[in-house]
């Protein structure tokens, strides 16, 4: 018995320390950030016994730092069901937001809230289930874009950060490194480019970033290039070196005659132990936004900004306050030349994990923070939003479901169908009437267009036909002026409202729709009376009517239209009643006539009253009322024109 006894001891010994040394290992592991190694250490130990807590903590927490806390999900479940604590229940909601799992997140929030005091924690919490309850709301901030994976470029490891410049597609991926990352487990990231035009690229001609030389044993990515394409900054880290930065660092390289420099240190980094990493310039270059950890932010990653200074770098980095950086995590900057600001979070009301995001003032001019929506956002991560043609073509990065890899490129356009087109071709014909009444065309008329602003938006001589065309567009108001010398000038409104098909049932993309109107000007001749008709006194009045401003007011315009003219306004009575009571009367009523128009805005100069009682009568020895109405008239007759 004693042999067995001493072997059984001795097996159970050397399982004890085996325990032991994967313990430490895995700890080692955890420590030194290697998350992949750490989980497989911990899984062999979990398997075992799947009642470890402390297994259980690590892998929990491996998933979490590494970017895949929708796995951590099942380990902080058995923790909080043994040891509850507000952390292991704030990362619980977390994880199962990731995974969709709305209402359980929720549930998890409020059992950490109600296991602290602690202010800031419970305001974050706050802010968490504030942003659950705003969801169900998000739609697309912008409408009528697809999102497409771009297959062909594309790998089964991590491909994102694309962006263009110089006719060239640079991106961060993962396809040429021959060693691994250790808390991912996946390969280093390196940088690459291929040419491209546009959304177009040539995904057969794919190299190595062959401005400079990428490092092995590190990660590289997430690179900027300036407007002018003469800088290049990305960020740098992760490095198994001792003598390496201990932290992911933004580097630069300058292009200097022949080539680019050898990427260096950025001062605007500040400190080697800071977290410094995805940036971006602004439109013109002065200004460097990327993400930090550094101290005195509002949470875990926030977003800088940083000034370029009279030597050329950058710094005096300024937080780009609360509205934008939350409790959580902001990468991926990308400002555009209106003034939005587009960038990532974890934190800002979402879907998932990292949320596409745009800043921009309202009317108020308060900036506030949009997502960008369903069509653009995913339960993943979804970030790196660059425009090739703002704002209705780009490029996003996204580990969404379907995809083709890890991190996949997807681009977006704008699929809002293009308006049917409707051409409004007006003919405008100008003509003149004869004594006889009949029309006669009256080309070499000058024809002047109008918009609803009274800026000029076209003019021509009618042709030989007596026309001249316009281009119009539909559901809009016009003015057209004639003027021919020799003719009274004349002005009128033309609209194209309600003259036009609805859109919406129309076929072909462009539709030319033909309209007509005809002008008809009258000969201008000296000292030629023409008959005001309708000018209707009361009797043995001289007051205007109502009824009568609506004739004067023809006579207004025509004034207005043909601002050289000077006019004798005169009236005319019956043979009924005295001689000089009708030539008092005739000449009180023009000059009535004369003060309206004055009333109007027209210069009293130009024009003059006079009252021909009957003195003038068209009908003498008339004898029907009807005779007598024809003598009873108002008439003018233009007795100077201006600069002739």
């Known amino acids: 018995m004693k042999p067995i006894f001493f072997y059984l001891a001795l097996c159970l010994f050397l399982f004890l320390g085996a325990c032991k040394s994967l313990f430490e290992k895995g700890d080692e592991q955890f420590l030194s950030g290697q998350y992949q190694y750490a989980i497989g250490t911990f899984n062999q130990i979990l398997a075992k016994d799947s009642s470890n807590l402390k297994a259980r903590q690590v892998l929990a927490e491996s998933y979490r730092l590494s970017n895949r806390i929708e796995?951590?999900?099942?380990?902080?479940?058995?923790?909080?069901?043994?040891?509850?604590?507000?952390?292991?229940?704030?990362?619980?909601?977390?994880?199962?937001?990731?995974?969709?799992?709305?209402?359980?997140?929720?549930?998890?929030?409020?059992?950490?809230?109600?296991?602290?005091?602690?202010?800031?924690?419970?305001?974050?919490?706050?802010?968490?289930?504030?942003?659950?309850?705003?969801?169900?709301?998000?739609?697309?901030?912008?409408?009528?874009?697809?999102?497409?994976?771009?297959?062909?470029?594309?790998?089964?490891?991590?491909?994102?950060?694309?962006?263009?410049?110089?006719?060239?597609?640079?991106?961060?991926?993962?396809?040429?490194?021959?060693?691994?990352y250790s808390a991912t487990g996946t390969p280093y990231h390196q940088l690459f480019r291929t040419r491209a035009e546009g959304l177009k690229v040539d995904a057969g001609g794919i190299q190595l970033l062959p401005e400079f030389q990428n490092e092995e044993g590190l990660n590289q990515a997430a690179l900027a290039i300036s407007p002018d394409g003469n800088t290049l900054i990305y960020a740098r880290g992760n490095s198994t070196s001792f003598k390496d930065y201990p932290e992911t660092t933004l580097f630069v390289s300058y292009f200097r005659g022949a080539g680019f420099t050898q990427p260096i240190w950025m001062p605007v980094n500040e400190d080697e132990t800071w977290w410094n990493s995805t940036p971006a310039f602004s439109a013109d270059g002065s200004e460097l936004y990327f993400a930090s950890t550094r101290p005195g932010g509002y949470g875990g990653v926030d977003l800088y900004?940083?000034?370029?200074?009279?030597?050329?770098?950058?710094?005096?980095?300024?937080?780009?306050?609360?509205?934008?950086n939350t409790a959580g995590n902001e990468l991926f900057p990308r400002p555009t030349k209106d003034g939005k600001f587009f960038f990532a979070s974890d934190s800002h009301p979402g879907f998932g994990k990292l949320d596409l995001f745009v800043a921009e003032k309202n009317q108020e001019g308060v900036q506030v923070v949009t997502n960008l929506g369903p069509t653009f956002n995913s339960k993943g991560d979804d970030f790196g939003i660059f425009f090739t043609d703002y704002p209705k073509v780009g490029f996003i990065s996204s580990n969404r479901e379907g995809g083709k890899g890890d991190d996949d490129i997807y681009f977006f356009e704008d699929k809002t169908p293009k308006p049917k087109i409707i051409n409004v071709l007006l003919n405008v014909y100008t003509k003149e009437v004869k004594a006889d009444g009949k029309e006669l065309i009256l080309p070499q008329t000058r024809v002047v267009l109008y918009g609803e602003d009274k800026r000029q938006l076209g003019g021509d001589l009618s042709n030989a036909q007596g026309r001249v065309r316009f281009t119009l567009s539909p559901e809009n108001d016009y003015s057209i002026i004639a003027s021919r010398s020799g003719y009274f000038s004349k002005s009128f409104g033309y609209t194209t409202k309600g003259r036009t098909p609805d859109p919406a049932t129309l076929i072909q993309e462009v539709t030319n729709i033909t309209l007509d109107t005809t002008v008809i000007l009258d000969q201008l001749i000296l000292e030629k009376s023409i008959v005001l008709d309708n000018i209707y006194y009361d009797l043995a009045k001289a007051d205007i009517r109502s009824d009568a401003t609506l004739e004067l007011d023809k006579l207004l315009k025509i004034l207005k239209d043909n601002p050289t003219i000077r006019i004798e306004l005169s009236s005319h009575t019956d043979s009924r009643s005295g001689d000089a009571y009708n030539l008092t009367l005739s000449q009180r009523r023009a000059q009535s006539a004369v003060d309206y128009l004055v009333s109007q805005g027209i210069l009293a100069d130009r024009l003059v009253a006079k009252g021909y009682g009957e003195t003038q009568l068209l009908i003498k020895n008339a004898q029907t009322e009807e005779e007598h109405q024809t003598n009873r008239r108002t008439e003018f007759k233009v007795i100077e024109i201006k600069g002739n």
């Open 305 to 324: 900004k940083a000034s370029k200074l009279a030597n050329g770098d950058f710094g005096n980095a300024l937080n780009l306050g609360p509205t934008v």
């Open 71 to 180: 796995a951590s999900t099942p380990h902080y479940q058995a923790l909080v069901a043994v040891e509850p604590t507000f952390a292991s229940y704030f990362h619980l909601g977390q994880s199962l937001k990731a995974n969709q799992q709305i209402e359980a997140a929720k549930q998890a929030w409020e059992e950490a809230a109600s296991l602290t005091s602690d202010q800031g924690l419970l305001a974050r919490v706050k802010q968490e289930l504030g942003s659950l309850a705003l969801v169900s709301d998000l739609a697309d901030y912008f409408s009528n874009y697809q999102l497409v994976n771009y297959r062909e470029l594309n790998t089964a490891g991590a491909d994102y950060a694309p962006l263009i410049s110089e006719d060239f597609l640079y991106f961060t991926s993962g396809r040429a490194s021959s060693n691994l």
